[in-house]
């Protein structure tokens, strides 16, 4: 069982960074991917970015490449995503989420690898 808390959010400006955090409880957190996922009013759950269990490989959705950096410290059980160059379309609740890293990497790209989820914090941009 592995227990996932976000925080970082907050209400920035166009143009403005935050930093998220994910803690994780459970000892077995170095053997999840880990992932973000994004949730606007009235729209899907997207992916954001993932990290492998290592933290050596990571993966993005094009429209934050270059702006945003996915991280990892196994020690202090924590995932981080690092937002730059924000957008008023980055409004959105974010969740983190562990899953096995048993599966193709091409599946981290879609929640249903994901078997648990914060409850997600809240990132707003201004413009």
């Known amino acids: 069982q592995v227990q996932l808390v976000e925080s970082g959010g907050g209400l920035v400006q166009a143009g403005g960074s935050l930093r998220l955090s994910c803690v994780a409880s459970?000892?077995?957190?170095?053997?999840?991917?880990m992932g973000w996922f994004r949730q606007a009013p009235g729209k899907e759950r997207d992916f954001v970015a993932a990290?492998?269990?290592?933290?050596?490989?990571?993966y993005y959705t094009d429209s934050v490449k270059g702006r945003f950096t996915i991280s990892r410290d196994n020690a202090k059980n924590t995932v981080y995503l690092q937002m730059n160059n924000l957008k008023p379309e980055d409004t959105a609740v974010y969740s983190c989420?562990?899953?096995?890293?048993?599966?193709?990497?091409?599946?981290?790209?879609?929640?249903?690898?994901?078997?648990?989820w914060g409850q997600g914090t809240q990132v707003t941009v201004s413009s």
């Open positions: 459970g000892r077995t957190f170095g053997k999840y991917v």
């Open positions: 990290i492998s269990w290592s933290g050596s490989n990571t």
């Open positions: 989420a562990a899953a096995p890293a048993t599966y193709y990497s091409d599946s981290y790209y879609s929640p249903l690898p994901y078997d648990y």
